[in-house]
């Protein structure tokens, strides 16, 4: 029944921790974690507990994932619109405010791109990874496709100048219209993309657990071995936690033209969950000049033996070619 809508790099040999989540609430943007009642629950006095309130908000907020939160550390990602109609290519447009309060304009570049920025709706459905242009008033724009009507969530990855280390803010935007959300895929260990291209993916995610995934590209059944670099890597993955949408951006081990790293057909990454629950993963990688995307669906499960990944049927081209 239709509803209406009520408006993350790795070196090689490094695991990148997804850390757990504190509350669903978070999922939704907030600005600033709730933190425990016992900071100040005998303290006598007011300013020390909010300075205990305070030290432990920004300790909770340091262990969340990317992406739960709004504003981190003083910046603070801002869509010009909370809610924009569906359609293949709608403008978005965002600014992130400094600690200042004014728009940050110097960005460091991270994988040839001074900001990353991530859509997918709350089913998990409709991802994209696109790089928006710049403008000197600080406000970022580019056409996102809005496909179907639903609640998204917007990830902007990013350093400012100055910054020590990379923030992901998350921010939801509202596409009015029936909803229908989507279950994850069912079970498969491949991807079939347009074009004769299949993406498999091979290894186990467990919880608690360093994972060596290795997905492997291939076109018409013969192995791709010549990848080209895509935001100088050979393929970049975005994992996103079913539920809350915890954003983690992992690279693989090497890197194009370091001597070492073959341009396929087997790109491998290394990833902890931080629980056991359903993941979905998105492979971007280049190759005759197109950026193709790949989906697929893991569940992490408690111990070593976690269960096979699946992967979705269904091709997902990167359209603005990023």
Same mark, same amino acid.
């Given at each position: ?10 070196a ?8 757990? !989540?504190?509350?669903?609430? *978070? ?12 900071? =100040? ?7 020390t507990a909010?300075? /205990?309130?305070?030290?432990? *908000?920004?300790?909770? *907020?340091? &262990? ?7 504003? &981190?550390?003083g ?7 909370r809610s924009?109609?569906a ?12 600690p200042?309060g ?7 570049t991270?994988?040839?791109? %001074?900001?990353?920025?991530i #859509?997918v ?7 994209q990874? #696109?790089h ?11 056409? #996102?496709?809005?496909? !179907?009507?639903? &609640? ?8 400012p ?7 992901t803010?998350?921010?939801?935007l509202?596409?009015?219209? @029936? ?9 498969? @260990?491949?991807? %079939?993309?347009?074009?004769?291209y299949?993406?498999?993916l /091979?290894?186990?995610?467990?919880a ?9 590209? =291939?076109k018409?059944g013969?192995?791709?071995? /010549?990848? &080209? ?5 050979n ?8 539920? /809350?949408l915890?954003?983690?951006? #992992?690279?693989p081990?090497?890197e194009?033209? %370091? ?12 990833a ?12 971007g ?9 790949a989906?697929?669906?893991m ?7 976690a !269960?096979?990944?699946s992967?979705?049927?269904a091709?997902m ?5 990023h």
């Open positions: 029944m239709n509803t209406p809508v009520k408006i993350g790099g790795f090689l040999g490094l695991a990148v921790v997804f850390a757990a !989540a504190v509350g669903f609430g *978070a999922a939704f943007g907030p600005t600033a974690v709730t933190a425990a009642s016992s900071a =100040s629950s005998g303290d006598s006095d007011p300013m909010m300075g /205990d309130t305070a030290t432990a *908000a920004m300790a909770a *907020a340091a &262990q969340l994932p990317g992406g739960l939160m709004v504003s &981190q550390d910046y603070t990602l801002t869509l010009a619109d924009l109609p359609g293949p290519s709608v403008p978005l447009r965002f600014r992130i405010l400094g200042d004014a728009p940050v304009t110097g960005y460091r991270a994988h040839d791109k %001074d900001l990353h920025l #859509v709706r709350r089913d998990l459905s409709g991802f990874h #696109v928006p242009t710049l403008a000197p008033d600080g406000t970022w724009s580019v056409p #996102v496709e809005l496909a !179907a009507a639903g &609640q998204y969530r917007v990830f902007a990855d990013f350093t100048t100055g910054y020590d280390g990379g923030l803010l998350g921010a939801d509202a596409v009015p219209g @029936p909803y229908n959300p989507q279950p994850l895929p069912s079970p498969s @260990p491949t991807a %079939d993309l347009a074009d004769g299949r993406v498999t /091979d290894g186990r995610l467990a608690g657990h360093d994972s060596e995934l290795t997905l492997r590209v =291939s018409d013969v192995p791709v071995t /010549d990848l &080209q670099p895509y935001l100088a890597a393929g970049h993955l975005v994992a996103l936690r079913s539920g /809350d915890a954003y983690l951006h #992992v690279h081990a090497g194009p033209g %370091d001597g070492v790293t073959p341009a396929g057909p087997g790109i491998t990454f290394y902890t969950a931080p629980s056991a629950g359903d993941y979905r993963l998105f492979l990688f280049r190759h005759n000049g197109v950026v193709r995307t989906g697929f669906t569940r992490a499960e408690e111990g070593v033996g !269960a096979m990944p992967a979705t049927p091709a081209t990167d359209g603005h070619g």
